[in-house]
């Protein structure tokens, strides 16, 4: 490391210092992303990294949050865990925690799941998930990551042993995703559920409204009502031209 310049080698030790990886791998990641500190991050992160965790810390971590009775994480140890990550056991970044712990269930995580989501993220210590969020809540902005933290909340939300999501959490949902991806019509949406339909989400509908709200421009000026949509989208733009919140091609 002698060989380079102040500015590399801070960069080095940074890197260093927050992945717990060695030097080699860190001059390796730097040097992939051009110097950049948080595309190294990037790079470092999307390898697999189980060498890089210790496992000791990892069960101290685990044994911090699981519960008294059963050799899982629940709803009161993912409640102190948010509490020591500072953030609302609302705030999305919880999803995108759980999507990389591939949690098969909303408010539970096995230990398996746990140990390795954190391995992969290189997480082994609380001061290294804290130092993960700010990472975890730029994934949302990715279309691609979006799209998959999208179908993942699907079977996470539901109920065990259900088929389909129940219309109230699919509602709350949809909210918590689209205030992040704003898509200006979720509010309609949902007002059209509850008075309309009332009943609970599909796979089908949950995934297809993704493409709708992708694709289909909010004021509705490039829906084809010929198109392949479920039949709930369809009677939703009915619903917005009946109540008169789509006026002449205008949202």
Known sequence: MHKLGKSHRDKVQQ????????????????????????GAFDFFYSQ?????TDTTHLEELYNRYKDPYT??????GITLLCNDLQV??????????????????????????????????????????????????????????????????????????????ALDT?????????????????DHWCQFLEARHNKAISRDTWSQLLEFARTVDPALSNYDAEGAWPYLIDEFVEYLNENGIIQNGQF
């Not at 697999?48 to 890089?52: D, L």
């Not at 050799?71 to 009161?76: E, G, K, P, S, Y």
């Not at 949902?173 to 019509?185: S, Y």
Request: charged residues 25%; hydrophobic residues 45%.
């Open 71 to 76: 050799d899982m994480i629940l709803a009161d």
């Open 15 to 38: 890197f260093m210092t927050i992945t717990g990886a060695s030097e080699k791998i860190a001059l390796q990641a730097l040097k992939a992303s051009d110097w950049n500190l948080e």
């Open 88 to 165: 609302d056991p609302q705030d999305i970044v919880m999803l995108v925690v759980s999507w990389h712990m591939k949690a098969s269930t909303m408010c539970e995580y096995t230990k398996e799941e746990f140990f390795t989501g954190l391995q992969a993220l290189g997480i082994d210590s609380l001061e290294k998930f804290l130092e993960r969020i700010s990472f975890m809540r730029s994934e949302l902005k990715d279309e691609q990551k979006f799209r998959e933290i999208y179908n993942f909340a699907f079977a996470w939300a539901k109920e065990k042993g259900q088929k389909s999501l």
């Open 48 to 52: 697999p990294h189980k060498s890089y």
């Open 170 to 186: 699919a509602i709350g949902m949809w909210q918590l995703l689209f205030a992040e991806k704003q898509w200006p019509l979720v």
